[in-house]
């Protein structure tokens, strides 16, 4: 699953970058999780970020776990479920990000943190579908797809990633099969990645620590021989 990402530059330099309207509610996000309200781009809002919650609100419960099915979408569920690919007509987004987390197995209990961006850490987006809700503000979800050779190695699936034309492309388009055909195009063969520290289990935490190269470590501090 995917559940932490990055989107590391200052407000005005993210203005400059996306060219849309950024308010003053954004800052800085090196640990971005479900449940926080985060940046996002709407196909009905396109020129400015919107802020909505990471996860589909109408599925969550008290409990304390929460589920992938809530914040990952495998665009298997859109192709063959009709609530996705009516969301996929009307309601559609882009999640800016600079970078994302991945948890490696590398053995039965054991889990080493990567993260994945691009050599020159440009902004790049993931294509996200999005919800109103009757008694809070909006939330999305995060739409992934089968590794490719690159990321396969770390994770089965991997974001749904659009570099910037594909970007608009994806806000502006009306034929669902153009869509299917975009997302399954390929934007990440020239992703670097390293291992981090595994504090980015904490939710709270937010520093440009996170996304710092630290020695292979599992999920509970533990050094690793495996990489």
């Given at each position: 699953?995917?559940?932490?990402?990055?989107?590391?530059?200052?407000?005005?330099?993210?203005?400059?970058?996306?060219?849309?309207?950024?308010?003053?509610?954004?800052?800085?996000?090196?640990?971005?999780?479900?449940?926080?309200?985060?940046?996002?781009?709407?196909?009905?809002?396109?020129?400015?970020?919107?802020?909505?919650?990471?996860?589909?609100?109408?599925?969550w419960s008290n409990?304390?776990?929460?589920?992938?099915?809530?914040?990952?979408?495998?665009?298997?569920?859109?192709?063959?479920?009709?609530?996705?690919?009516?969301?996929?007509?009307?309601?559609?987004?882009?999640?800016?990000?600079?970078?994302?987390?991945?948890?490696?197995?590398?053995?039965?209990?054991?889990?080493?943190?990567?993260?994945?961006?691009?050599?020159?850490?440009?902004?790049?987006?993931?294509?996200?579908?999005?919800?109103?809700?009757?008694?809070?503000?909006?939330?999305?979800?995060?739409?992934?797809?089968?590794?490719?050779?690159l990321v396969s190695?770390?994770?089965?699936?991997?974001?749904?990633?659009?570099?910037?034309?594909?970007?608009?492309?994806?806000?502006?388009?009306?034929?669902?099969?153009?869509?299917?055909?975009?997302?399954?195009?390929?934007?990440?063969?020239?992703?670097?990645?390293?291992?981090?520290?595994?504090?980015?289990?904490d939710i709270e935490?937010?520093?440009?620590?996170?996304?710092?190269?630290?020695?292979?470590?599992?999920?509970?501090?533990?050094?690793?021989?495996?990489?």
């Amino acid at each position: 699953m995917y559940d932490r990402y990055t989107l590391t530059l200052k407000n005005d330099e993210l203005a400059l970058t996306l060219g849309v309207e950024v308010s003053d509610q954004y800052g800085p996000i090196y640990n971005a999780a479900p449940t926080k309200k985060l940046p996002v781009i709407t196909s009905t809002q396109n020129q400015k970020v919107s802020f909505f919650y990471w996860g589909l609100m109408s599925g969550w419960s008290n409990n304390k776990a929460l589920s992938p099915k809530l914040f990952n979408l495998p665009i298997q569920s859109i192709q063959t479920k009709a609530t996705y690919r009516r969301s996929l007509g009307t309601h559609r987004c882009i999640i800016p990000m600079d970078g994302f987390y991945v948890w490696k197995q590398v053995a039965k209990k054991k889990q080493v943190p990567y993260y994945f961006y691009y050599a020159d850490r440009r902004v790049f987006s993931v294509a996200g579908l999005w919800e109103e809700n009757e008694d809070a503000d909006a939330s999305f979800i995060m739409i992934t797809k089968p590794s490719n050779t690159l990321v396969s190695e770390y994770y089965d699936d991997m974001p749904a990633i659009l570099d910037a034309s594909k970007s608009r492309k994806w806000l502006e388009m009306d034929d669902l099969k153009d869509m299917e055909e975009l997302l399954s195009e390929d934007q990440s063969e020239e992703l670097n990645s390293h291992t981090v520290s595994p504090k980015i289990r904490d939710i709270e935490s937010n520093d440009v620590s996170l996304i710092e190269q630290a020695p292979a470590s599992d999920q509970h501090g533990n050094y690793t021989l495996f990489t």
